[in-house]
């Protein structure tokens, strides 16, 4: 395995030194340059584009969204730069950016909070379905901290129409897609969305329904060293050592005969949205009224105390899987969003959005409710665009959030907690020379913890952020940003509070309510070329961090479950992405045919300095190579292939993960039937060498592993 390692780090170092050798000497076709598209970048509160923008961020469009969707959100969006998911099977799973998840990476929806518990733990749905999305922007290093404290690691934003910002134009338009997935999982998917203008009026009206069935796997849901692991534990217990022996041959037996499906893995969801809005000369104000339903099994999920003194009865019951836990989550959701341009000479602009939402979940175990989870939260956001000044462009305003959170139930291992957070925020942009900006960021707010019970904890974490953006030929081709951070994390109420059995992570979890304030310094640096021959970019970071509360193992017991504790250390994270693409249609003409060849790599390595050793789910080094092909924007072929290394760098208590590689294949087909309107056939092949592989980042990698081989065929029909 360390010889495979290896070899990964030197063809990903290999990689970049061509990249960027390709990227300084390529001749380039100036009649032909590939462009990004000129997207804008909505979570930045002066709206830049992508290609202005100099910072460490991916934008996925409609179609991308479309071509890559999954169940869940992390799922759709893992193979971004620096992207990874805490794979809690196909009904929930959340982004890991740069080795951060949880509460250190802020899952947004419009730009304020999603309202789900999705952040308490990896079992729990995201609510921000990809189905819904017409944007998803992912925001990498500190910047991203103008959305809160709690996005120290990145934030992702995912934007939808429901609001509509500008008049349509059309007095009816829509789409309807539909999906269905081979026997691997036996996705039926089916979307729509319409929407309309009268006069200044416009209107929105979605929804979509996803089933999945059990997905099938390689092999055994239990992982090898897991396996070997659970062996030498039971060998250690000489009480029981003749009963493991004879019992371990039945053991395989048992799973051979469910080898190949995982079980508890299928899938319900659905959400609807009708919004509206006023849009004039000056701005636009609007509303919107959302549900969503999910219910979702969680695999490899046992209650560790259900099994000691079973009696035959109760062994056959849990083999029938009456034990199975399952998570039924509904939330409503109101959006209130608004504009008004030109309010006086010394504000451009001023924008509020407004999030409320109810979200309730219910976790079932063995048929009974184990534990239900109440969360009403309101964000509102208020941001002032001003004329420029000396010299600077910019915005401030403020951001408060309130969230009433509660887990009720026997099992829970958290007491209600209302918590307060009122915020204040600044971006300002200098323009130095016609090449060079200057861009500077900070943000105080105050975090207010209440807990039932226990005595109330009070925070008040500071943020800056500071650095300049070159463009050196002055054209847009290149760009280079380099951004300095001190940033400051309040301790959520998991953290603080936690005690108890939490049986989605497997462990029992312990708070500490002494925990202080997280604090970091940070570098990014931003490279990127968005026109030419080859177009790509390159980002090294940085992190240290004073009192980094990170979750580890304590070797001890409770209640049949290992002990996992929350603790203060000095830690530091570094690594890069990286990404370039070849333009092969740019040196050689071949009429309407497009061809490029892409690489993109990411690492990450973290560090405990109190203790030196790693800090744990970190995920390893990963290479991605891509080949496009296009014809005339009405078809496109890509083959990819998704390289792993092993990752056994691993804290104390943490089983290494083994690397694994994955073939992907996706074909679209555009076939245009009406005036205006066009239809889109696509299919989509994954794991196509069926490898077993498994998510380092998860809590569950060594129960679920990823889906085997499985096909997706689709279809788009715009009306």
Do not use: C
Request: charged residues 25%; without cysteine; aromatic residues 10%.
């Amino acid at each position: 395995m360390r010889t495979g390692s290896l070899l990964g780090a030197k063809f990903t170092v290999a990689a970049l030194l061509l990249g960027i050798s390709l990227s300084a000497g390529a001749e380039e076709n100036e009649s032909a340059l590939s462009e990004l598209p000129p997207v804008t970048v909505s979570a930045n509160p002066l709206n830049p584009t992508l290609l202005e923008y100099g910072k460490p961020i991916s934008v996925m469009g409609r179609e991308e969204i479309e071509s890559r969707m999954e169940s869940t959100l992390g799922e759709t969006i893992r193979l971004e730069p620096g992207v990874r998911s805490s794979f809690f099977g196909q009904g929930a799973s959340r982004p890991v950016i740069r080795g951060f998840a949880g509460d250190r990476v802020r899952v947004l929806k419009n730009g304020v909070t999603t309202g789900d518990v999705s952040d308490v733990s990896e079992d729990h749905v995201v609510v921000a379905d990809p189905m819904q999305a017409e944007q998803i922007e992912i925001l990498r290093g500190p910047e991203t901290l103008l959305y809160g404290s709690g996005a120290i690691g990145g934030a992702v934003n995912v934007t939808d129409d429901s609001i509509p910002e500008a008049p349509l134009g059309k007095p009816f338009e829509g789409n309807v897609l539909g999906q269905l997935g081979n026997s691997a999982d036996n996705e039926r998917t089916l979307g729509a969305k319409l929407r309309g203008e009268s006069g200044n009026l416009n209107w929105h009206v979605s929804g979509f329904a996803r089933e999945t069935d059990d997905y099938e796997i390689p092999g055994f849901a239990e992982s090898s060293r897991f396996q070997e692991m659970e062996a030498i534990e039971h060998d250690h217990e000489e009480e029981h050592e003749d009963d493991h022996k004879e019992d371990h041959g039945d053991e395989h037996e048992e799973e051979g005969e469910t080898r190949g499906k995982l079980d508890n893995s299928d899938t319900e969801s659905w959400g609807a949205t009708v919004g509206g809005s006023y849009v004039w000369e000056k701005g636009f104000v609007g509303v919107s009224v959302g549900g969503f339903g999910s219910d979702y099994g969680v695999p490899g999920h046992v209650h560790a105390e259900e099994h000691e003194g079973e009696d035959e009865h109760e062994e056959e019951e849990h083999e029938h899987g009456e034990e199975d836990v399952r998570i039924e989550a509904e939330q409503v959701r109101v959006d209130m969003r608004g504009r008004v341009d030109d309010l006086s000479e010394s504000i451009e602009s001023v924008k509020f959005r407004v999030g409320y939402a109810d979200y309730e979940h219910d976790e079932i175990e063995g048929g009974a409710i184990g534990t239900t989870y109440e969360r009403d939260t309101v964000e509102t956001r208020l941001e002032f665009l001003h004329s420029p000044f000396a010299g600077l462009s910019g915005a401030f305003g403020f951001q408060v959030l309130y969230d009433d959170f509660s887990a009720l139930g026997e099992e829970a291992f958290l007491v209600p907690v209302k918590t307060w957070s009122p915020a204040f925020f600044v971006f300002e942009e200098a323009t130095l020379t016609d090449s060079l900006n200057f861009r500077v960021g900070g943000r105080v707010e105050a975090v207010s913890h209440d807990p039932e019970g226990l005595e109330s904890q009070d925070f008040v974490p500071f943020s800056v952020s500071a650095g300049p953006v070159w463009n050196p030929t002055g054209d847009g081709e290149y760009s280079i940003g380099l951004n300095f951070a001190y940033t400051e994390r309040a301790p959520n109420a998991i953290e603080l509070f936690s005690n108890g059995q939490h049986l989605a992570r497997q462990i029992f979890e312990v708070g500490d309510s002494e925990l202080d304030k997280e604090s970091s310094w940070g570098v990014d640096l931003a490279v990127r070329k968005d026109r030419g021959v080859v177009t790509g970019g390159f980002t090294p970071f940085y992190q240290g961090f004073s009192n980094y509360i990170n979750l580890s193992g304590t070797g001890g017991e409770d209640e049949g479950l290992p002990i996992f504790a929350y603790e203060e250390i000095d830690a530091y994270f570094w690594g890069f992405e990286f990404e370039s693409a070849f333009h092969v249609d740019q040196i050689v003409d071949m009429g309407p045919h497009g061809f490029a060849l892409e690489y993109q790599a990411d690492y990450v390595r973290a560090r405990n300095e109190d203790a030196s050793a790693d800090v744990p789910r970190i995920p390893p080094l990963r290479n991605i190579i891509r080949a496009r092909y296009n014809y005339s924007n009405l078809w496109e072929a890509l083959v990819e292939g998704v390289f792993v290394e092993e990752q056994d760098d691993v804290a104390e208590f943490e089983i290494p993960t083994d690397s694994y590689a994955l073939l992907n294949t996706e074909v679209n087909v555009r076939l245009p039937f009406l005036e205006n309107r066009d239809l889109r056939l696509f299919a989509r092949g994954t794991n196509l060498t069926d490898d077993e592989a498994r998510v380092h980042s998860s809590f569950l990698k060594d129960l679920a592993p990823l889906r085997g081989r499985s096909f997706l065929f689709g279809i788009r029909a715009n009306i």
